[in-house]
């Protein structure tokens, strides 16, 4: 069977301190900020053919419920949702600190055809090195994404490869 190409940019997408801000004086929450999530739907507006892949470890089976629970209870379209990096856990060549950015590498090798992407991450370390760092939007745990970002993420999923 063959797979379609896909078109259009790529969104790798992290939830933690990106969707979900953790601020020193609030508890861990499995709650989107609905503030994060206005920054999202800011690129999405800017963005329509945008596609998201999550990189976040929301994206694994034991986690992917809450992931889709708290996407539709914020209005986000699943349609937007088109994959997930994949799971290298049990790979001992993977370094666990590095992790994030080897899956995001592995899944832009099997989809050679996508040229314009960015990742959004409150981690730099777990992209190791693996993904060009200018592709990367960085947030902060505490604010997670905000306006400011969105206008920086908008503009480079606009610049051509």
């Known amino acids: 069977m063959a797979t379609r190409a896909i078109r259009g940019p790529i969104l790798f997408l992290d939830i933690?301190?990106?969707?979900?801000?953790?601020?020193?004086?609030?508890?861990?929450?499995?709650?989107?900020?609905?503030?994060?999530?206005?920054?999202?739907?800011?690129?999405?507006?800017?963005?329509?053919?945008?596609?998201?892949?999550?990189?976040?470890?929301?994206?694994?089976?034991?986690?992917?419920?809450?992931?889709?629970e708290q996407w539709t209870a914020h209005?986000?379209?699943?349609?937007?949702?088109?994959d997930s990096t994949p799971d290298t856990r049990r790979d001992d060549s993977v370094a666990m600190r590095t992790r994030r950015g080897v899956e995001i590498r592995a899944w832009l090798e099997a989809h050679p055809e996508?040229?314009?992407?960015?990742?959004?991450?409150?981690?730099?370390?777990?992209?190791?090195?693996?993904?060009?760092?200018?592709?990367?939007?960085?947030?902060?745990l505490r604010d997670g994404l905000t306006g400011e970002q969105a206008t920086r993420v908008v503009a480079m999923l606009r610049e051509t490869p």
């Open 75 to 82: 209005g986000l379209p699943p349609e937007l949702t088109l």
């Open 114 to 140: 996508v040229k314009r992407w960015v990742a959004i991450d409150d981690d730099r370390e777990g992209m190791g090195g693996a993904i060009e760092e200018e592709r990367c939007v960085f947030t902060d």
């Open 16 to 68: 933690d301190g990106v969707l979900i801000a953790y601020p020193e004086d609030e508890s861990m929450s499995p709650h989107f900020t609905p503030r994060c999530v206005e920054a999202l739907k800011q690129v999405l507006r800017a963005v329509p053919e945008l596609r998201i892949v999550f990189s976040s470890t929301w994206r694994l089976p034991e986690h992917v419920a809450r992931l889709h």
